[in-house]
């Protein structure tokens, strides 16, 4: 398996316009996480999904952030409109979890993304 | 906040030596786990331990669990200047389906 595929890698754009983060997760997995990386904030989990279906949005910052769960093969995390402070490292990850499983999540490799 | 702190930030060792991370959270967890990080990559899992265990081994890790403390440790033994990155603990609280990552500890190892 190619393991958890996140796209594009790196992604620079202009406050105001809206950005689309894109996520594959491995064949069979049944969790999707997004999380976002910054320095001064460390490794926050933004949302996470189960059986594509959300299930806590909780860390999602603020209204100009969504994420969807269309089929079990794609995940998308939009910002609109971004923000310079939303510049940060994108990860997605995901994981096969069943009663008494590990719940060990496979990382992407992350987008970074620069709002100027 | 349910994350789990780490300490130290950052070490720095001589090749060959040991290396060892900290961390203490906060809630009754199911396990805890290490990651590690390398510098503009994505985290990947290395070691897993239950909260019924209290020390684990694989290959050169060590991780111990002490959950009346709350608290893990991560032993590198015989580090080597590819060991250099970040590790993060994360926590499966009871109950939960995700986890609560650590602030994480900065490694280098010199050659």
């Known amino acids: 398996d190619a393991g958890v595929i996140q796209s594009p890698r790196h992604e620079v754009t202009e406050m105001g316009q809206e950005v689309t983060l894109r996520c594959k997760p491995i064949?069979?997995?049944?969790?999707l996480f997004w999380y976002r990386q910054t320095m001064m904030r460390g490794l926050e989990l933004l949302i996470y999904f189960n059986n594509n279906v959300p299930i806590d949005d909780s860390g999602m910052p603020e209204d100009r952030f969504s994420a969807k769960m269309p089929n079990a093969s794609f995940s998308t995390l939009k910002i609109q409109p971004s923000e310079p402070r939303d510049s940060a490292v994108y990860f997605c990850?995901?994981?096969?979890?069943?009663?008494?499983?590990?719940?060990?999540?496979?990382f992407g490799a992350g987008t970074r993304l620069s709002v100027l | 906040s349910q994350q789990g702190e780490e300490d130290p930030q950052a070490l720095s060792i001589q090749e060959g030596e040991n290396a060892t991370m900290n961390c203490s959270y906060k809630t009754s967890i199911n396990n805890l786990q290490w990651y590690r990080q390398n510098s503009g990559r994505g985290l990947v899992h290395l070691i897993l331990?239950?909260?019924?265990?209290r020390e684990k081994h694989s290959g050169r890790l060590r991780v111990t669990l002490d959950t009346s403390k709350k608290s893990s440790s991560l032993l590198i033994t015989a580090s080597r200047a590819a060991d250099t990155a970040s590790y993060f603990c994360a926590t499966l609280s009871t109950g939960a389906n995700n986890l609560f990552f650590g602030t994480g500890t900065r490694l280098t190892v010199i050659p």
């Open positions: 064949s069979g997995h049944d969790y």
């Open positions: 990850a995901s994981s096969f979890q069943t009663p008494g499983a590990k719940n060990i999540q496979y």
């Open positions: 331990i239950r909260s019924n265990e």
